[in-house]
């Protein structure tokens, strides 16, 4: 499965790509296969606040639906309007073009809470057994 | 005995063989002794010939042949021989849900000509395949708008039938909902009532056309005011009538329901009957029950599937919309058949016939003397008439004389014993409704 | 096939209502009336009638396939049934008759079937009394999950719990959660039952109760049901029983007897009544006499001189869970049903449903993995993991069997086994087609091994195959009239 070396991931298979004080949020590889072909996706409100680990977006195949909770906590800035008319984005380019979120940073030091991607991939090997 | 069980023992014989044991009672292995039944004293079997003469005999017992003036919600409408004729098409009763759309097209497409009727009678946007029942229906709608505005408030207009607005209190006793009942003011809507109720914590308010009194109303002014709240409307129609009344889509309401009996189907003694709901397009994803989608098969052949099925219980589990899984299907195409049969100028005919017979019947019985038929609102097949004497009694003693005169309001109203709501559809005719009032007079009076 | 909408013709006509007898044309002021007309159909009688009549002919049905749909039993469904239904003294009484005043007495066969239904399903469940309101089962699992608060309530005990296991039916987490509790799942066990020992790591004095079907959705009956049973009791919880499984039980074990205190029926399972292509459905609830206070009104009594009449006089009870009565149309069929088959029938339809289960089972195990190998009660769980190896999923040997004319058995539940295949052909299917349907799966098998990339096609004799459910769901069309996305 790929995995983005930068990038911080949680246990419920969701990435975050920190940037100084912003961060982008998306699903990865093993969740968005795991989920299929997606339909629709409930975008954040831009201006809202999220928690770490609190619900931030839904998303939903034709056999599954999942919510996604954020990694980190902050205030949403941008959101991935592109995945209105094209949730497959997700599929396609889950690391990248799919991203879901672009939030603001409420404190740093958070990430020590998520895995990294190494942390990450033997944890996937945990799963596969 | 079963007579639907084909295995002879000889086939019995050859299968407990190949299952590599000695006899039935082998198969039952992990029900231990302490486990069977304490008693089992079920009457012996009877031939299919026996049963029915029981079942006659107790179908003999009961009068159907009441001439009936009495609605409530649920109405004596004559139900065309063709779609008794089509629905009982095994192909269509002993199929079961459309898990596999390549072999369920026939359910599949009857489901969503159902749904695109129910959009073009009530002029919404979406609708689903099908809930248990109005009342029921009504309750899903509510939730459905707790769901959507995230708020807890909702108004309920004191014209909501009773029977319905207590499936709602039975089914929300635990949850943390405020609701607040306006009251019928000359039969129709409370609106400076409902204003003062509206807020930014109110989620819905929910009404009906033609209300439980029969009163018809336009709710626009309401729904217009309920928006700048942001809060929802939620009207419960009453189908046939939508021939010719200005529909809940034209009023600017959000969540439509109501109950699809009077659609072809048979008054049953309570069920099976039918819940619609019709929503906007924006609120498709927190609509609870089925919905059939139209789409296309591997070859670009148009097909139907059941679709957002992400919404229902077997993907959702605890967080689903509903927790509904079998609907009523089978009641669904039987209104879509009677909708078709009727189609668009047969269902206008038939709610102007019952408009004339009824308003018939309101001149005839307000020559009585002493009776008062209710006319501070407009109305459609059914109205409130106000007795001299306690209308229970007076229609204890119609009911000996062969008429079901109506349904007393004190039932459900308290203060209201006086008052009895009479029902007239295209079935009554004029010599019927001439008997029933001199029938009425005759208990009053003499 | 076309939609009856693209049938119609401007000004054809269909039923023709009655000319107006009364003299008076009735006008409303204008702003009450519809604007427009309605956008329904304008199709001839004639034309509704083939236009019906071909979509029919698109289904599946028991009528006229083999409908081995693991957990809906889809048994025969008898005719004279339907025969008792369409009797005019039932089918046009008006439900509102028993509560006027002398009403009853214009009702009294109705309220006799309802009453004698209470006294038969109380007898086959052991249960003490029922209610017929609920709609359907996932309706009766609400109900029971409420009766289940208002007993909690009532003796002041708060309860936040419920104690589901992972194989059970969605609407059972679904119904508790609407009810106000939270669920607790657990496991199953390498044997395919409900992992007792961790059942008894979450039992404690904040679970409700604990719902269970059995023989579980595995097939499997459990033997330690009646200590399960007790180790919730000993918590002050209930046991709900979901009678999804009832069938091959029938006489043989009564839930009220091995320590259930509530349970809901599907009548349209056990009891024959027609699927309908989903619904109406009939859920019957039963209860212990520690629960009947609760129970909806109106309940159907037995008065001294002997009539029927409802009585609401129950102020404990939890209200109004439908309408009326019930669908009263289904319980008039299953009451027919069970008149018809009695004692010895019951016991002859648990007896049959769980041989027939078995015999397809015993005849399949080499072909297809069966990941619990012993005797199942009236329905068998494979997995297709073999066939996926291959690249062909259950999902594939289902489209096979519908070339083939057979309605597929369900799949992908329990979602505790991958690839699941649930195979139940209940007591009214007899050896010849079960042969018939042994030997299609058989050759399916075969042909994995053989050209497994030939399924991804299938089915090629049907009218669709294939549909993308991908595009239903993100391009929803479900209005004919109505085409487009929010705000368009």
């Not at chain 2, 295995?7 to 231990?32: C, P, Q, R, Y």
């Not at chain 3, 979509?55 to 809906?72: E, H, I, M, R």
Request: aromatic share 10%.
């Amino acid at each position: 499965m790929e995995v983005m070396k930068h990038y911080f991931y949680t246990k419920e298979h969701e990435w975050i790509n920190i940037d100084g004080e912003t961060a982008y949020v998306g699903i990865t590889e093993y969740a968005q296969s795991a989920l299929g072909d997606i339909t629709f996706v409930e975008l954040p409100k831009v201006d809202s606040e999220v928690e770490q680990f609190e619900r931030l977006a839904a998303v939903e195949s034709v056999k599954a639906a999942s919510d996604i909770f954020s990694p980190m906590s902050g205030k949403v800035i941008e959101v991935n309007t592109a995945l209105d008319s094209k949730p497959e984005l997700i599929n396609k380019s889950c690391f990248e073009n799919g991203w879901i979120a672009k939030i603001e940073l409420a404190d740093e030091e958070e990430k020590s809470n998520l895995m990294t991607a190494a942390e990450y991939e033997k944890f996937l090997e945990g799963l596969e057994e | 005995m079963n007579p639907y069980i084909a295995n002879t023992d000889e086939e019995v014989k050859l299968m407990l063989e190949a299952v590599g044991v000695k006899s039935i009672d082998g198969l039952f292995a992990d029900i231990k002794p302490h486990h069977r039944p304490k008693s089992f004293n079920i009457p012996q079997g009877k031939s299919e010939f026996e049963v029915l003469e029981y079942i006659n005999h107790l179908a003999k017992k009961n009068a159907d042949d009441l001439t009936l003036f009495i609605g409530g919600g649920y109405y004596d409408h004559y139900t065309p021989a063709a779609i008794s004729a089509l629905i009982s098409r095994g192909e269509f009763y002993t199929a079961y849900t459309p898990y596999q759309p390549e072999c369920s097209q026939g359910t599949l497409q009857a489901l969503y000509e159902y749904q695109s009727c129910i959009c073009a009678l009530t002029e919404m946007e979406v609708s689903n395949a099908s809930l248990y029942d109005g009342g029921t229906a009504l309750y899903e709608a509510m939730m459905m708008a707790l769901r959507v505005t995230g708020r807890n408030k909702v108004i309920v207009d004191g014209g909501v039938s009773p029977i319905y607005r207590k499936i709602i209190k039975t089914y929300t006793s635990n949850l943390n909902i405020e609701f607040k009942e306006t009251p019928v003011v000359h039969g129709q809507s409370d609106r400076s009532e409902i204003t003062k109720l509206l807020d930014d914590k109110t989620a819905a308010v929910i009404l009906q056309n033609p209300n439980f009194f029969g009163a018809i109303d336009d709710h626009s002014d309401i729904a217009q005011k309920a928006h700048t709240c942001g809060a929802l409307v939620i009207e419960s129609v009453y189908p046939v009538s939508l021939g010719i009344l200005k529909t809940p889509g034209e009023m600017g309401v959000d969540i439509v329901t109501g109950e699809g009996q009077s659609l072809g189907l048979s008054l049953n003694f309570g069920g099976p009957y039918l819940g619609f709901m019709a929503t906007r397009r924006e609120f498709v994803r927190k609509m609870p029950g089925r919905i059939v989608g139209q789409t296309v098969d591997s070859k670009g052949r148009r097909c139907f599937v059941n679709t957002l099925q992400a919404r229902e219980q077997h993907i959702r589990r605890e967080k689903a919309m509903s927790n509904i899984c079998t609907n009523v299907a089978l009641c669904a195409t039987q209104s879509l058949m009677f909708m078709s049969l009727l189609g668009k100028q047969g269902l206008k005919e038939l709610a102007q016939l019952n408009l004339d017979k009824a308003e018939f019947a309101r001149q005839v019985i307000g020559k009585i003397k002493g009776v008062e038929v209710k006319k501070s609102s407009p109305t459609f097949n059914e109205f409130c008439v106000f007795l001299p004497q306690d209308a229970s009694k007076v229609v204890a003693a119609m009911i000996k004389k062969g008429f079901a005169a109506g349904f007393p309001l004190g039932r459900y109203y308290p203060g209201m014993e006086n008052y009895l709501l009479v029902a007239v559809t295209e079935k009554r005719t004029k010599e019927e409704i001439e008997k029933f009032a001199q029938n009425l007079k005759d208990v009053l009076w003499n | 096939m076309e939609l009856i909408f693209e049938k119609s013709v401007t000004g054809h006509r269909g039923f023709r209502v009655s000319n107006s007898d009364v003299g008076v044309q009735a006008h409303l002021p204008a702003q009450y009336l519809r604007v427009k007309d309605s956008q329904l159909p304008e199709v001839t009688e004639l034309d509704c009638v083939r236009h019906f009549t071909l979509l029919s002919q698109l289904n599946f049905s028991v009528d006229t396939q083999f409908y081995p749909l693991g957990s809906c039993t889809m048994k025969y469904n008898p005719k004279f049934t339907e025969k008792a239904a369409s009797l005019s003294g039932f089918a046009n009484l008006h439900p509102l008759l028993p509560q006027l005043k002398g009403g009853e007495l214009f009702t009294q066969g109705a309220l006799e079937v309802l009453y004698e239904m209470d006294i038969l399903l109380s007898e086959i469940t052991g249960m003490d009394d029922f209610t017929m309101q609920p709609l359907a089962g996932a309706h009766g699992e609400l109900t029971g999950v409420m009766l289940m608060a208002a007993y909690h309530r009532a003796k002041g005990n708060k309860k936040k719990y419920i104690i589901i296991p992972d194989s059970a039916h969605g609407t059972n987490p679904a119904s508790a959660a609407i009810a106000g509790y939270e669920i607790i799942s657990i496991p199953s066990d390498k044997n395919g039952l409900m992992d007792i020992v961790k059942l008894k790591e979450k039992l404690n004095a904040d679970v409700a109760g604990v719902m269970l079907t059995c023989p579980d959705t595995l097939g499997i009956f459990n033997p330690d049901i009646d200590k399960i049973t007790k180790m919730v009791h000993d918590v002050d919880g209930l046991v709900y029983y979901d009678g999804a499984n009832l069938n091959p039980i029938l006489g043989r074990c009564r839930p009220g007897d091995v320590g259930f205190d509530i349970m809901h029926i599907n009548l349209h399972k056990t009891f024959s009544t027609p699927h309908g292509g989903g619904g109406p459905g009939s859920g019957p609830v039963g209860v212990k006499k520690k629960i009947s206070a609760f129970l909806p009104i109106s309940r159907v009594v037995k008065r001294d001189d002997g009539a029927f009449a409802l009585d609401y006089d129950f102020p404990d009870s939890i209200g109004y869970i439908a309408s009326f009565y019930g669908n009263f149309g289904l319980i008039l069929r299953a009451f027919a049903y069970i008149l018809m088959l009695g004692k010895e029938g019951l016991l002859e339809t648990a007896n049959h449903a769980v041989l027939n289960a078995n015999y397809i089972r015993s005849k399949l195990k080499q072909y297809y993995h069966l990941p619990f190998d012993r005797i199942c009660m009236h329905e068998c769980v494979f997995s297709a993991l073999r066939q996926a190896e291959k690249g062909v999923h259950a999902i594939d040997i289902a489209k096979f069997l519908i070339d083939k004319g057979i309605h597929p058995p369900t799949v992908y539940f329990p979602l505790i086994v991958k690839e699941a295949v649930m195979i139940e052909p209940t007591e009214t299917e007899s050896k010849k087609t079960m042969d018939h349907f042994i030997a299609t799966m058989i050759e399916a098998a075969q042909l994995v091994e053989k050209d497994p990339d030939m399924f991804h096609s299938l089915p090629l004799t049907t009218p669709v195959s294939r549909p993308d459910e991908v595009k239903a769901a993100k391009d929803i069309d479900c209005n004919f009239f109505f085409k487009g996305r929010p705000g368009q």
